[in-house]
């Protein structure tokens, strides 16, 4: 069965802090993404990696970095949260083959204080 | 650039209700298009997608088709179950890029 995880589903953090937000998926994928979901604004991509160690910006990265050392895990980095980081980070996974459909995990919804 | 546009939420429907929920979008090249489909709680699930123009996408009693002429895809059912109240995105994917674009989401809600 298909499966993607995400470290934590809350998160509570403080403005300055370095936060990690790590996905993890079971399928040799080779594509990952991590969006943000915020009210009224739908999903909008931050990072995308179509490899082991290869990344490419989406529409909103600033802020933002990623790193992706194994194939099955793509971690997500806020180097210094901000209040209007707050929000509910979605990480999803394809493969090369039927890559127009993800698969997503439950996601990490992130408060900054 | 690419951009979807559904209709607004929520939506509150009794059950046995007919479910229509807009959306259009605008590509370069020929895009596929999806629904997802997110239940509380949860992260997205692909509902149904089409790949070219004139394609009906189906599941679970919901169909979509592929308007190429109103660049539209359209969500519907014909008789939504309690088991149906979620959040509704509609996507595009277009040309090379692997990512998709999505919608704001629509919430719907149905009462028994």
């Known amino acids: 069965d298909v499966k993607v995880t995400q470290s934590s589903r809350y998160l509570v953090k403080r403005t300055g802090e370095k936060v990690f937000l790590e996905c993890v998926q079971d399928?040799?994928?080779?594509?990952m993404f991590w969006y943000r979901q915020d009210p009224g604004l739908g999903l909008r991509l931050i990072y995308f990696?179509?490899?082991?160690?290869?990344?490419e910006k989406g529409d909103i990265p600033e802020g933002y970095s990623v790193s992706r050392e194994k194939k099955e895990r793509f971690s997500l980095i806020l180097e210094s949260a901000s209040t209007n980081q707050t929000s509910m980070y979605l990480c999803a996974s394809s493969w090369t083959g039927n890559r127009e459909t993800q698969y997503f995990g439950p996601g990490t919804r992130l408060l900054v204080l | 650039g690419n951009s979807v546009t559904q209709m607004e939420g929520p939506v509150t429907l009794s059950e046995e209700a007919f479910l229509t929920i807009n959306c259009t979008y605008t590509?370069?090249?020929?895009?596929?298009l999806f629904w997802y489909v997110q239940y509380p709680g949860e992260g997205l699930q692909l509902l149904l997608k089409?790949?070219?123009?004139?394609d009906k996408g189906s599941n679970k009693g919901f169909e979509a088709t592929y308007r190429k002429e109103t660049t539209s895809f359209h969500l519907e059912k014909g008789s939504v179950q309690v088991s149906d109240s979620a959040v509704y995105f509609c996507?595009?994917?277009?040309?090379?890029?692997?990512?998709?674009?999505f919608g704001s989401g629509t919430q719907l809600t149905v009462l028994p």
């Open positions: 399928m040799d994928h080779e594509n």
């Open positions: 590509a370069t090249g020929y895009p596929s």
């Open positions: 089409a790949t070219k123009a004139d």
């Open positions: 990696s179509y490899d082991v160690k290869m990344k």
């Open positions: 996507a595009l994917t277009s040309g090379s890029a692997r990512q998709l674009t």
